[in-house]
């Protein structure tokens, strides 16, 4: 396990944007408006040789423990406690505010040591607040421009005397060549609407408050990944899963504001990172139009894709409402029928484990490799039970296929005339694939080749 640094600050004083810094990417959204930033963000940093796990929080703000502002600060409490080193950011422009003082005494009164960050302190219009946070009380203020990356040098050697001795051992790097493992941790997306219950669902899996939930739809920006390790109650054995909390897709045209197009982007990207993504409908609204896009965008990314029906505990004509939905994916979803449907509800927690282990089987699937004489013995009896047909009285003639990658499932098919090969020809190949190799309901992508091959006679 590494250590963990938790950044705290008031909003917009540049707490995501060292959280970028320190990850080496842009994980977190950045943008110029406060409060950009709801859940906590985890990520794996190096400064100089220094490993260590970096956790993004929300701004402190003083306000109702109710409000949207108050459970968030909330969030920022909880993370403090399984902290190693906190970093407090004040923004050296702005000088040290009355809310930062307040952060200071709270800061002061928990055991975690706190490394005090003036942010922002390029040139001359910082030097003022950077003077000013020695009055917090919390020892000399480091200098820094996350933005810029400057003072990464001061940083790190605040963080060593803490992190030093709580780095991991190395670990050998290993030449052997990547296979499947069916043990390895499933990361699982959860994506959908505004307000179909993402992160409450994920909140009820790990059972504990770790994502904000609340009527107001649009609470999650960031895509949140969060390990957690699930107890198949069937057999006790445990697995390691990788949550990933996204934002809500509303329609492209109802998307304005700069935040919700930089929220759903990222939670399209974070769809990449996925091997398997379970997409959440609300059962009070049923299967929208907008509901058919998340999932082709899915599968068009070559993910394995599942159906959950959320907040079945108050469904009405649940049965009805089930089929219902069924019929309309199969027609909606032409390209892999048979997606798997399930019927979940985040708040009692009905239908969750069936949910998790359905994710672990059709990974498998997503991920297998056929043996070439399988494969060969497949093909052949494929052909013989329906031959191509001859367009124009011109045969065309397939003569071998092979799987060149998982991941999802692709093959290359040999042959000649290729180009006259009719649409449904290659679909009745992919379903028969799906059906008699055991892909299940995977994207799977057929790619055609005519040039001469060694199996080739001419």
Known sequence: MLPQVIIIG???????????????KRLALVDDQPGVTRDRRFGDAELLGLKFQIVDTAGWEDDEAETLPGRMRKQTEAALATADVALFVVDARAGVTPLDEEIANWLRSSPVPVILLANKAEGRAGESGLLEAYSLGLGDPVAISAEHGQGMGDLFEGLLPYLEPLQPPEEEESDEDWEFDP????????????NAGKSTLINKLLQEDRLLTGPEAGITRDSIAIDWIWTDPKTGDSRDVRLIDTAGMRKKAQVT?????????????????????????????????????????????????????????VAEDASKLFNGIRAALDEGLAQVRGVPLLAVSARTGKGLDDMIAAAFSIREAWSRRVPTSALNRWFDDALA?????????????????TQAKTRPPGFVLFGTRLDMLPES???????SIRRELGFEAVPIRINLRSPKNPFSKG
């Not at 043990?183 to 505004?194: D, E, F």
């Not at 896009?293 to 394995?304: N, P, Q, T, V, Y």
């Not at 039970?385 to 296929?401: F, H, V």
């Not at 020809?425 to 379903?431: A, C, G, H, P, V």
């Open 10 to 24: 008031r909003p917009n004083v540049g707490k995501s944007t060292l959280f970028n810094r320190l990850v080496g």
């Open 183 to 194: 043990q390895a941790v499933l990361k699982l997306a959860i994506v959908g609407r505004p």
């Open 257 to 313: 504001e700069k935040l919700e197009r930089m929220a759903v982007a990222d939670a399209r990207h974070a769809v990449d990172f996925a091997e398997v993504v379970v997409l959440l409908l609300d059962a009070t609204r049923g299967l929208e139009h907008q509901d058919l896009k998340i999932a082709s965008m899915a599968l068009e990314e070559g993910r394995a894709l599942m159906i959950a029906i959320n907040k079945w505990d």
């Open 385 to 401: 039970a329906n031959p191509p047909p001859a367009p124009g009285g011109k045969r065309i003639k397939l003569r071998y296929i």
């Open 425 to 431: 020809y290659k679909r009745y190949l992919i379903n």
